[in-house]
């Protein structure tokens, strides 16, 4: 049960700003609580104590700084261009955070990489988090977007513009390249996603 020393009127503001609804406390030493995603902040004198099955993304909120994650992205296209697909996956010290593959309707292996890594990045910002260090096992697209290689499709250029967007939100940021069977989350829930269509 994390427990975050902090004046309880700037976290109630941090939470209010991230669109969470915060109600009175149940006893005279609640301050307040606010429930988001499974769990539940609890506000006293000089701490909030956050509770529950998934507390990990009010923590992020309220932890002075966002904290940092590990960001897994990938897209699945059967066909090229054909039925699509992404997977991504948010990993912090206390293991998974969020997961999550969904279908994306027609497209091309790289669009379908681009649009993965483009949703595990909002994903990582709705998290809070204020740092975060991208794995994908597409070199094209990770190339792309550190500037190292061209895009001369204009829709990928369109969409690197937007990653490079995304990633201005985050205090500091990496983008590396790594083997398919590290980012094997990533891919197993793009895969999911697309069986789970057929």
């Known amino acids: 049960?994390?427990?975050?020393?902090?004046?309880?009127?700037?976290?109630?503001?941090?939470?209010?700003?991230?669109g969470v609804?915060?109600?009175?406390?149940?006893?005279?030493?609640?301050?307040?609580?606010?429930?988001r995603d499974g769990a539940v902040a609890v506000a006293y004198d000089d701490k909030v104590v956050v509770?529950?099955?998934?507390?990990?993304?009010?923590?992020?909120?309220?932890?002075?700084?966002?904290?940092?994650?590990?960001?897994?992205?990938?897209?699945a296209s059967r066909g090229n261009p054909g039925p699509?697909?992404?997977?991504?996956?948010?990993?912090?010290?206390d293991?998974?955070?969020?997961e999550g593959g969904e279908r994306i309707g027609r497209a091309t292996n790289n669009q379908a990489e681009y649009a993965a890594l483009i949703r595990t990045l909002e994903a990582a910002?709705?998290?809070?988090?204020?740092?975060?260090d991208v794995r994908g096992d597409s070199q094209l697209i990770v190339k792309q977007v550190r500037g190292e290689w061209d895009a001369n499709d204009?829709?990928?250029?369109?969409?690197?513009?937007?990653?490079?967007?995304?990633?201005?939100?985050?205090?500091?940021?990496?983008?590396g390249h790594v083997p398919r069977e590290i980012n094997?989350?990533?891919d197993d829930l793009a895969n999911e996603a697309l069986d789970d269509a057929n």
Not at 55 to 75: E, M, N
Request: aromatic letters at 8%.
């Open 154 to 175: 204009p829709e990928l250029r369109e969409r690197r513009v937007r990653v490079r967007e995304l990633l201005e939100q985050f205090d500091r940021w990496s983008l």
């Open 51 to 75: 509770q529950g099955s998934d507390p990990t993304r009010l923590t992020a909120l309220l932890a002075d700084g966002g904290g940092r994650a590990h960001v897994y992205f990938d897209g």
């Open 21 to 35: 609804r915060i109600d009175d406390g149940n006893t005279a030493h609640e301050r307040w609580r606010a429930k």
């Open 95 to 98: 293991g998974i955070v969020a």
């Open 84 to 93: 699509a697909a992404v997977g991504w996956c948010l990993v912090t010290a």
């Open 125 to 132: 910002d709705e998290y809070g988090f204020e740092e975060v």
């Open 184 to 186: 094997e989350r990533a």
């Open 1 to 18: 049960m994390p427990t975050i020393d902090c004046d309880p009127a700037t976290a109630r503001a941090r939470l209010t700003d991230a």
